[in-house]
C-alpha cells in the first residue's frame, strides 16, 4: 500500500493554527506520508517559517466540527437593489496528541477540513510497523548501525563473573523458540543446563522462566523476574523449576518471590491455567502479593487524570477530587512501594528475590526496574538508566507497539493500551525530586524517552519483542535512540546540573504529602514554563562558571606552583 492514497487533500491555505501560551498563527498546511506541516510567511524576502512538524503518528484522536455560516451578498439593478443570501461553510480540526498537546486547525473549507480530517485519522492508525517513519528516516551523515550496541548484555554480565562463578550467559532463546518475548541472551545459574531451562520454560506463562535481573554488588544478592507457573486448577509442578530457584539460593539461604497481583487475582488465574508457587515445592521461598494495576484500570486513570488537567475552569476543591478521583498517584505510590519493598529484601534482609506478575511483562518490570535505580548508582545516571531501560524494557519484553499505540484522548475501545512505562518515568522523577542531587538526568530527559516510547523517528521502541524487531529488521533499517541522545550536543540538554553522584541506597518516601503531580509533563502544554527555563539557564551558568573558575585555579596551580585567584 503506498501511503499517499491515504491522503485525501495534500495542501490548504489560510489554515489558522492555535495551540495553548502560543499566539495563532496563519499559513499553509501540507499533509505528507508521514507528517502534518503548517508554515506561514514572514517578512518580505524571507522563506516561510515553520510553525508545525507534527508525525501523524503523534496523534492520538481527531475532533471536527464544521460551521455554516450565512453571508448576504448586495447588488443593483437599473430598477432596485437587491441582496442575494449564500452559505459558505468551514471547518474546525482538534488534534489530541500523544504528547498531550492539543492543536487546532480553523480550516476555512467544510470539504477541505473533511479531507484533511480523513488523511490524518488513517495516517495516524497505521498498525504495519514497516509502515511507519523510522523506517524512511535517515538523517544526514548518520550510520544505521550506530547505537544499536552501546548497551550488550555481555557488559552488564562481565562484573558479575568477575565477582562470582555461580551465574553463566546462555543464547537458549538463540532462535525465540523457548520463548518470544525473551532476548536471545540470558543470565542463569550456571548449574542448570539449558535442557532443565527447557523444562522450566515449558511451566512458565509464555516460556519465561526466571532469569537474573539485578546482581546486588555490595552483598552477592541477585533479583531475578519471571511469568507466572502455570500450576493450574490441579496443582502441575515442575521439577526443573524447582531445582532451578533452589539452585539460586545455593544452600541455606532465602528468597522471596515478590506477585505483583493479589491472592485473589492469583486464584482466579489458577482457574484458568496459571497460579503461584506452591509453598511445600518452594520450600525455602516465601511469597508476598503486593498487588500493582495494569491494564484497563490503570489507562482509564491516565485518561482520568488528563481530564482533569484539562478542564481549567474548575474550583480548588473539584481539581482536588478529580485528581484523587484518577487514582494516579496511589497507582505511584503503590509502585514505588513494591519497588522499595524488593530492595529492602536485597539490601537489608540480604535475601534473594523473585518478581513477577502474571505474563512479566508489565508490573513486573515497574518493580525490577525501579528497584535498580533505588538501590543502583549507576542505573542514576545516564548511560546507566539507558542501559537499564534497554535491558529490563526493551530486551524484557515490554510489548511496547501494545501499550503504546494509544494514550489518552483516543475514542477507541481500550485493548491492550496501557500507560505502564509512563507510570515507572513518573516513579523515577518522584526519585529525581526527593533526591535532587543523586540523579544525573533532569525531568527533560524522562519526558523525552516517554515520548519516544509512544512515537518517534528512532527504531529503539518500535514492536513489543526482540522476535519481532528482528523479523522486521529494525535493528538493519532504522536509526537507535540512544545514538541520538549520546550526541554531545543533545546529551547536555539532559544533565541534571545540579547532579553529584551519591552512593548510597536513595530510599523514597511514599507518603501522601512527599508524592506530587509531575507537572512538567502532565501540564507541560498548560501551564507557562518560561519562568522555569530562565531559571535552568541560570542554574547552568553558574555551574559553568563555577567549572571554569576551578580548572583555571587548577592551570595557575600547574604552572607557579601556587593557587591563583579565581576570575572575577
Not at 32 to 52: I, M, N, R
Request: hydrophobic share 35%; glycine share 4%; proline share 5%.
Amino acid at each position: 500500500m503506498e501511503l499517499s492514497e491515504l491522503i485525501k487533500s495534500s495542501r490548504v491555505e489560510h489554515v489558522l493554527l492555535s495551540r495553548p501560551l502560543v499566539p495563532a498563527v496563519r499559513g499553509t498546511l501540507c499533509i505528507t506520508s508521514h507528517h502534518l506541516l503548517l508554515s506561514a510567511p514572514t517578512e518580505e524576502g524571507k522563506e516561510d517559517s515553520l510553525q508545525l512538524w507534527l508525525l501523524h503518528r503523534s496523534v492520538d484522536a481527531v475532533e471536527k466540527s464544521v460551521q455554516n455560516l450565512g453571508l448576504y451578498q448586495s447588488s443593483r439593478t437599473k430598477s432596485f437593489q437587491q441582496e442575494t443570501r449564500f452559505a459558505c461553510s468551514s471547518g474546525t480540526i482538534t488534534l489530541k496528541c500523544k504528547d498531550l498537546q492539543m492543536i487546532r486547525l480553523d480550516i476555512p473549507s467544510m470539504e477541505e477540513c473533511l479531507d484533511i480530517a480523513t488523511s490524518i485519522e488513517a495516517l495516524s492508525s497505521l498498525d504495519s510497523v514497516t509502515l511507519m517513519h523510522p523506517f524512511f528516516f535517515r538523517p544526514e551523515g548518520w550510520r544505521l548501525e550506530e547505537g544499536w550496541q552501546l548497551y550488550p548484555l555481555e557488559d552488564y554480565y562481565r562484573p558479575i563473573s568477575a565477582d562470582t562463578d555461580a551465574w553463566r550467559l546462555t543464547t537458549i532463546n538463540k532462535d525465540f523458540t523457548v520463548s518470544p518475548s525473551y532476548p536471545p541472551l540470558l543470565i542463569v545459574p550456571k548449574s542448570i543446563d539449558d535442557e532443565s531451562l527447557k523444562a522450566s520454560a515449558n511451566f512458565r506463562h509464555g516460556g519465561r522462566f526466571p532469569v537474573l535481573s539485578y546482581y546486588h554488588k555490595k552483598n552477592g544478592m541477585v533479583m531475578l523476574r519471571s511469568s507466572q507457573p502455570m500450576t493450574g486448577p490441579n496443582g502441575k509442578r515442575s521439577k526443573e523449576d524447582e531445582t532451578l530457584l533452589s539452585a539460586v539460593l545455593d544452600g541455606g539461604e532465602r528468597g522471596y518471590i515478590i506477585d505483583t497481583r493479589s491472592p485473589q487475582a492469583a486464584k482466579q488465574t489458577r482457574m484458568r491455567g496459571g497460579g503461584t508457587e506452591a509453598k511445600a515445592n518452594y520450600a525455602h521461598w516465601k511469597r508476598l502479593h503486593r498487588p500493582l494495576e495494569r491494564g484497563r484500570s490503570l489507562q482509564e486513570s491516565f485518561i482520568k487524570l488528563m481530564e482533569a488537567c484539562n478542564e481549567q475552569s474548575q474550583s480548588m476543591d473539584r481539581w482536588l477530587s478529580k485528581l484523587e478521583a484518577s487514582k494516579w498517584l496511589s497507582h505511584v505510590k503503590d509502585s514505588l512501594s513494591t519497588a522499595c519493598l524488593a530492595a529492602q529484601c536485597l539490601e537489608r534482609e540480604e535475601a534473594y528475590v523473585l518478581v513477577h506478575g502474571s505474563e512479566g511483562t508489565d508490573t513486573t518490570l515497574i518493580v525490577t526496574a525501579l528497584a535498580q535505580v533505588i538501590l543502583d548508582p549507576d542505573c542514576r545516571t545516564i548511560s546507566g538508566f539507558l542501559a537499564l531501560i534497554e535491558r529490563e524494557w526493551i530486551q524484557a519484553g515490554h510489548p511496547f507497539h501494545l501499550r503504546c499505540a494509544r494514550a489518552a484522548y483516543s475514542h477507541s475501545r481500550v485493548k491492550h493500551e496501557a500507560p505502564v512505562f509512563l507510570l515507572f518515568m513518573d516513579c523515577c522523577w518522584q526519585l529525581g525530586h526527593q533526591f535532587p542531587f543523586s540523579m544525573e538526568f533532569n525531568e527533560r530527559f524522562l519526558s523525552s524517552l516517554i515520548q519516544n516510547a509512544y512515537v518517534s523517528e528512532y527504531g529503539t521502541f518500535l514492536c513489543n519483542n526482540e522476535k519481532e524487531r528482528y523479523l522486521c529488521a529494525v535493528k538493519e533499517k532504522t536509526h537507535s535512540l540512544w545514538c541520538w541522545i549520546n550526541r554531545p550536543s543533545e546529551r547536555r540538554k539532559f544533565l541534571n546540573p545540579l547532579y553529584d553522584r551519591n552512593p548510597l541506597v536513595v530510599w523514597p518516601s511514599v507518603e501522601p504529602q512527599s508524592l506530587q503531580l509531575w507537572t512538567g509533563f502532565f501540564l507541560q502544554w498548560i501551564l507557562p514554563t518560561d519562568h522555569i527555563t530562565r531559571a535552568q539557564a541560570e542554574i547552568w551558568q553558574l555551574v559553568d562558571f563555577t567549572v571554569a573558575s576551578h580548572e583555571h585555579a587548577a592551570s595557575s596551580e600547574d604552572d607557579s606552583g601556587q593557587i591563583a585567584p579565581s576570575p572575577p
